[in-house]
């Protein structure tokens, strides 16, 4: 059943635009062609809205799935801060996570990353004086690779014929940094592993070790949070509830419960949907955020698949890597609780990032690879208005989806012992890990839930729970169709696939998305460059 994210369902027979999905990438094209005076249509197969940035609640408590905390908010005049402002008409409002937004924990030493690109760099050269002149270096290329990114990222919103004309003088200083490995740049300026190991520790951040990411997608990471790390005041849910009203002043409207069974498509023309229940809703475009991988197996048709050979695409992309979240409930406000906005990434102490996910990979009981621990409740200040006197925590950590196969085609808390089994020893696992930097929450816990990548699968139609859709290496930014136009006409996609994963990167993915259906240029109109 089609439900309005708020109202009655009142579906009009024809569209500008229909979006599907409503991630930060959708939300965010929906939004900007609303101010062109686009009447779009946003469905998503959730039974709440927002992708990633969606939250749920249980037990009196409400959790943040894919948001902990979001850089470059601080500043006035970042395009982040501007396109938010934009698409939201500047009602979201953020909270400044204060001075440590990062603290990288290796053994029984800690690393915090500061808020303040000096600061960032004077600390680091405390913890590391003989490394001043990589650190000095390493900050620089961080730079140089961002300074490299507009011209990549602008180049696949133009017209097809100047898009192939550009490309070449656009993309090669790009091609410079995300060619490489992250590993191969840093170890080129430092050979000290430890130094290594934190610079490169917000690596779960874009889930791939440094010997297998690409350079250019950790600098995009460690530069977004030189400024400090923001949280969404009121929590992730304001992103979809100020976005709305701007949809709406235009005509559109955002549907939940509303899944997509495949694209319209008529003569290599995409001229609407078909809905899981059969019904056809048309439009002059469609935009897809639901994913490359989704899109492709599951939302065209399989003549379409084979006449535009969109498989030997698939071929050449990988699914992220999946996850496990541990969803904690506590009595006690995070002031009574002392939980810190800071977040934690807590490594083993003896083995580089690589060796740490491959031993794990090979043997899941081996030492975790990396357990992110965050506190929602301490970095809204919001929070304690909505849920006085409780507190949440999320840990993260990677779960491969291998793993939890056999349970595939079970149904959401109804997958059987066996599989409840294998989720409480994770979460005792991963429990161990918060009683050792935070003892203090012992006792404290009232409601705790693991989701596995069969959740993430069932609520977000990634195939294989992919945490961050398409694997960041190298090879990723070399691939030509990771752009806005597909083959066919009046199709589009948007969303972390056609830039990077990270609510900035759809965002941006949004902005681009748009600027290809229309032919305007809202880099200029939004940011100003
Ligand atoms: C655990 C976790 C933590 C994260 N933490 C952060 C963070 O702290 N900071 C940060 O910047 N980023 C973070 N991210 C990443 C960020 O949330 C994502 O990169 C971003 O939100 C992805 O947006 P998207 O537009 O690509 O769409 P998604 O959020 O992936 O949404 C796609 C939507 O499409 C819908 N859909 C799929 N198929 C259909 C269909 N057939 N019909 C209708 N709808 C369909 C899905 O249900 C989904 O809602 C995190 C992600 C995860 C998973």
Not at 29 to 44: P, Q, R
């Amino acid at each position: 059943m089609i439900q309005t994210y708020k109202r009655k369902p009142d579906i009009a027979d024809h569209y500008h635009t229909i979006l599907i999905g409503s991630g930060m990438g959708s939300l965010s094209a929906a939004a900007i062609l609303s101010k062109e005076g686009h009447k779009v249509l946003v469905l998503e197969r959730h039974y709440t809205a927002g992708g990633y940035t969606h939250v749920f609640k249980r037990k009196g408590f409400e959790w943040d799935v894919g948001i902990h905390y979001i850089g470059d908010m601080q500043r006035p005049k970042s395009a982040m801060k501007k396109l938010f402002d934009y698409v939201t008409d500047g009602e979201l409002k953020w909270a400044d996570m204060g001075e440590v937004y990062d603290r990288i924990i290796i053994g029984d030493k800690s690393y915090d990353l500061v808020k303040g690109l000096n600061n960032f760099k004077e600390k680091l050269i405390s913890y590391f004086p003989e490394e001043r002149e990589a650190i000095v270096k390493y900050i620089d290329l961080v730079f140089a690779a961002n300074r490299t990114a507009g011209k990549f990222y602008i180049n696949k919103a133009l017209p097809k014929w100047l898009g192939g004309l550009s490309y070449n003088w656009m993309t090669k200083p790009f091609f410079k940094y995300s060619d490489k490995t992250t590993y191969e740049v840093i170890s080129s300026l430092t050979q000290n592993e430890e130094l290594i190991k934190v610079l490169t520790g917000q690596y779960g951040d874009y889930g791939l070790p440094p010997k297998e990411s690409s350079f250019f997608m950790h600098t995009t990471v460690a530069k977004h949070y030189f400024g400090g790390g923001s949280f969404p005041i009121g929590g992730s849910s304001q992103i979809v509830k100020t976005i709305d009203p701007v949809i709406e002043k235009s005509g559109g409207t955002i549907v939940i419960n509303a899944e997509v069974e495949e694209v319209h498509v008529v003569n290599n023309k995409a001229c609407g949907v078909r809905m899981a229940d059969g019904r056809i809703i048309n439009s002059d475009h469609v935009i897809s955020g639901a994913g490359l991988i989704t899109t492709y197996e599951k939302l065209l048709s399989k003549d379409i698949v084979n006449k535009y050979r969109l498989r030997d695409q698939l071929n050449k992309v990988k699914p992220s890597a999946a996850h496990a979240c541990l969803y904690i409930g506590l009595e006690g406000g995070p002031d009574e609780l002392e939980l810190p906005k800071t977040n934690l990434w807590i490594y083993p102490k003896d083995t580089d990032h690589d060796t740490s996910v491959k031993n794990y990979l090979e043997d899941i009981d081996a030492e975790f690879p990396v357990v992110y621990v965050s506190f929602p409740a301490a970095k809204d200040p919001d929070w304690p208005n909505r849920y006085p006197g409780k507190s949440t925590i999320d840990i993260i950590t990677i779960l491969p989806y291998d793993i939890f196969e056999s349970w595939n085609g079970s149904k959401w808390m109804k997958r059987g012992e066996s599989y409840e089994d294998l989720k409480e020893k994770i979460s005792q696992r991963l429990l161990e890990k918060l009683y050792e930097q935070l003892p203090q929450v012992k006792g404290k816990i009232v409601h705790y839930e693991l989701s596995s990548p069969l959740t993430t699968k069932h609520f977000m139609n990634y195939s294989k729970g992919e945490i961050y859709g398409l694997d960041h290496n190298p090879e990723r930014f070399r691939q030509k169709f990771l752009v806005p136009r597909t083959p066919i006409k009046n199709f589009y996609l948007t969303g972390q696939d056609i830039v990077t994963a990270g609510v900035g990167g759809a965002l941006f993915a949004g902005l681009l998305t748009s600027s290809a259906l229309t032919g305007k240029n809202f880099m200029k109109k939004i940011v100003g460059s």
